[in-house]
């Protein structure tokens, strides 16, 4: 599938670096955070960028714009006012800062270290006058294979500017790995079988899976923000009818559906046109998150369509009806949806999805906690504060018209930043926004 010059979706193989702060532990709900960001607009000795001024009005705007599509407006709906981006500096950002620097070769581990440098120079200090950095640069002579590059989880973004102006698409994506969030992918599990599943393709229910903004963040990666707190997640302990309002919708009420999967977590959404999200995307969705580990979720897909954040498929093509899984003995079933809320049937411990009626009132699941990853990430650790030259983070690989390029991935250990890290390497997911017209 070929799409727009304005923007492109495909898979590709991708590498990530994860603290071990990233890993699955005790689940907490996050505090409430407001993240000092700084984005520094950086040239190189023998490239600069062509329209300057256009790309210093446009930044501002990219990252704390009052629309909807900036990186603040996104990142303060998508988790109801929990997590705020605002500008570490008065004017919004800092630069050009030109580095004694060729941008050949893309690399990105001196760009940032000579970026860092620079910044004390002036007197700032990372983790106290500003907690997230974005370096934006002219990408024209960089030849990276990327158009955006992240820490996950950490404080550092890549962003490597065709034209003038980047996108909430790029931007938002690179933030959420920052927060810990992977490349959401999707499993086939044709005719709702949890036992016969395969990997194939992006999810298209998250900016982390191909979904560009207007899909926000799938529920798994809410639960692990610490987003969904207060009942709105619920860790579901017995068979049952659960009603969930819309994941991205106004009020209080259910959101998500957790329930354990053997060792991995099953979560199940809602999904409805609410506020600036899933215009595209309706009805009940459902997720496994693996090992707990609720910012690596995949979404399971029970039908053989293709449905996309590109293509004129109904916005229900892939939501799920029926749900089974005989090893660990769960089922779940979609008894209505639609109009804002949804009831689902759940039946664990092998119990019939007939025999399941609706739970007393008095009866109360229990409230699923999210992992306390994006606490950490917030906090400018010095773990993650900086990336040595030879490491690779998150990354969004540019090479036109891709498509997936292999199901497979492996794990090996790493030492990065002075400590003991994860090299994931694997089938990742390209956002590639092709800004090469001038503004």
């Known amino acids: 599938m070929k799409l727009s010059a304005l923007g492109r ?13 990233a890993l699955p532990g005790t689940p907490a709900a996050a505090a409430p955070v407001k993240r000092k960001m700084l984005p520094v607009l950086v040239e190189f ?3 600069s960028f062509q329209f300057p ?48 620097l060729s941008a050949a070769g893309c690399p990105q581990g001196k760009i940032n270290q000579m970026t860092r440098e620079e910044l004390t120079k002036r007197g700032l200090v990372a983790g ?39 996108g909430i698409d790029v931007v938002g994506h690179e933030l959420g790995h920052n927060l810990g969030f992977g490349h959401q992918g999707r499993f086939l599990c044709t005719g709702g079988n949890l036992g016969s599943c395969k990997s194939d393709g992006s999810s298209y229910k998250s900016i982390m899976g191909a979904g560009y903004r207007a899909s926000g963040f799938s529920a798994p990666e809410l639960i692990h923000a610490g987003w969904l707190s207060g009942g709105a997640s619920l860790k579901v302990t017995k068979s049952g009818v659960y009603t969930l309002r819309s994941l991205h919708g106004k009020g209080s009420g259910t959101r998500a559906l957790d329930i354990a999967l053997g060792g991995d977590r ?19 969705h459902a997720y496994r998150v693996p090992k707990g580990s609720y910012g690596a979720s995949s979404l399971i897909d029970t039908t053989v369509e293709n449905k996309t954040a590109a293509n004129n498929a109904p916005s229900d093509t892939d939501a799920i009806t029926k749900l089974t899984d005989k090893a660990s003995k769960v089922s779940v079933a979609v008894v209505s949806s639609g109009g804002g809320q949804a009831k689902v049937k759940v039946a664990l411990n092998g ?13 109360t699941p229990t409230p699923s906690a999210a992992t306390p990853t994006p606490s950490a990430s917030a906090s400018a650790s010095t773990d993650t504060e900086a990336v040595t030259d030879g490491s690779e983070p998150a990354s969004e690989v540019d090479s036109g018209d891709l498509a997936a390029v292999g199901e497979r991935s492996t794990a090996l250990p790493l030492a990065a930043g002075g400590g003991a890290a994860l090299l994931a390497a694997g089938v990742g997911f390209l956002l590639l926004k092709r800004r090469r017209r001038r503004a």
Request: charged letters at 20%.
């Open 9 to 21: 979706i495909a898979l590709a193989t991708g590498i990530a670096v994860l603290a071990t702060a």
């Open 45 to 47: 000795s023998d490239a």
């Open 53 to 100: 001024d256009k790309v210093k009005a446009s930044t501002p705007d990219t990252y704390f714009g009052a629309k909807s599509d900036s990186a603040a407006s996104f990142l303060s709906e998508v988790s109801r006012g929990q997590y705020t981006v605002v500008p570490a500096a008065k004017e919004q950002f800092l630069g050009p800062i030109k580095l004694d």
């Open 128 to 166: 106290k006058d500003y907690e997230s950095l974005s370096i934006v640069f002219p990408a024209q002579k960089t030849n990276c294979p990327w158009a955006g590059l992240a820490t996950m989880p950490g404080p550092t973004t890549w962003i490597n500017l065709y034209g003038t102006a980047s």
């Open 266 to 284: 099953l979560v199940i959404e809602y999904r409805h046109a609410a506020g600036n999200f899933d215009a595209k995307i309706e009805g009940v």
């Open 351 to 363: 119990d019939s999805l007939s025999a399941v009626a609706a739970p007393s009132k008095s009866a």
